[in-house]
């Protein structure tokens, strides 16, 4: 499907999207059993499921999360408007391949997986795009499911070049309507955040628990204080997923785990020496809260308008380009021209974060307003 035939798709609308009426959910565990439940309780969906687990599906089904199962893929995303992959990471590939082999031609696919740039490569289709939600439980299943789950939590989508606009646009409101604020950035540089993010503490917190137990040599392990409890707090977790994880994101954790080992290395050639600590904790303490303030407020949006010629890709190149700069996209939508050869791509972003992307967008040879 070409941006041409994206705005053609549009017309039919003025410049206003189609409802998201029906929904696949290929996994029906914790994460998709919350997509399900959520789309039909806050978009109003109609919610098809399939799993490979017939035990599972019943359990979701009696679980009031699907509208009805299906008996295959193929069934599951007749006719969806928008088929959502909650498989395991060691299965993504395969069952995202799936599910494009027998998904409409209009249909946008996506994902709920923790690493993204073996499936984005081995997936390359105009209808794909994945997706990772930063959501979860400390408890797995579809029981555990709730429509809630994804609520202000940040929802990754890696769009390429290839990506059709109008589907793009759809996941992008698809993910905003379950509660979620939608980034987009390409497949490898998520990977590596990820990596330095997640996979590594969780490798981080397996190794202090390792040292702490160890180190006693054998001894009944004492009280621990908070400290030890926050920083392990992920020691352990979900062992089967995690050790899929730490394999899918291999090349990425090794970066990570080279670059901390350096680090590690530098803190106590410093404390050999006898240096004083002191700046190198607060600089700690600084970068910890700045870290954690982004994007846990609002505040002001701007809208900019951007001109587009039809051409595959035009949507993504622009998500992305702001994405590499730091500039997110709340929210977007599509307006073609009547004619079909060109269109408008609002696009909405923080109000301080504004001229920068109107400098980005003009860079890119698009008028902007």
Known sequence: MTDCEDAGALAASASSSP????????????????????????????????????????????????????????????????????????????????????????????????????????????????????????ASGVAHARPGLFED?????????????????RVNRFVAGLGARPAHVDAATHDRLMAAASHLPHVVANVLVDHVAESLGGE?????????????????????????????????????????LARLGRVRDELAAGSDLLAWQAEAGARRRALLEVGLTGGPRTELRVAVPNRPGVVADLALTLARAGINISDMSLGPAADGTSGVVALWVAQDAAERARGLVADLGFAVT
């Open 220 to 260: 009944t392990l004492p009280p621990t204080g908070p400290g030890f409890r926050d920083a392990t707090r992920v020691a352990g977790a979900n062992p089967a997923l995690w050790a899929q994880i730490y394999d899918a994101n291999r090349e990425a954790l090794l970066e990570s785990l080279d670059d901390a």
């Open 19 to 138: 409802p998201i009426r029906r929904v696949a959910v290929l996994g029906v565990g914790l994460i998709g059993g919350s997509v399900a439940v959520a789309a039909r309780r806050r978009l109003g969906a109609h919610v098809t499921g399939w799993d490979p687990d017939r035990e599972a599906l019943g359990h979701a089904l009696a679980a009031g999360v699907l509208d009805e199962p299906a008996d295959s893929v193929a069934a599951a995303v007749s006719g969806a408007d928008v088929a959502v992959v909650a498989a395991p990471v060691a299965a993504l590939v395969p069952t995202v391949q799936a599910v494009l082999g027998e998904a409409g031609r209009d249909c946008a696919v996506t994902d709920v997986g923790s690493t993204k740039r073996a499936v984005v490569a081995a997936c390359a289709d105009e209808r794909y795009i994945g997706g990772h939600p930063l959501a979860g439980a400390e």
């Open 153 to 169: 939590a940040t929802w990754y989508l890696t769009p390429t070049s290839a990506t059709s606009g109008v589907l793009l646009e």
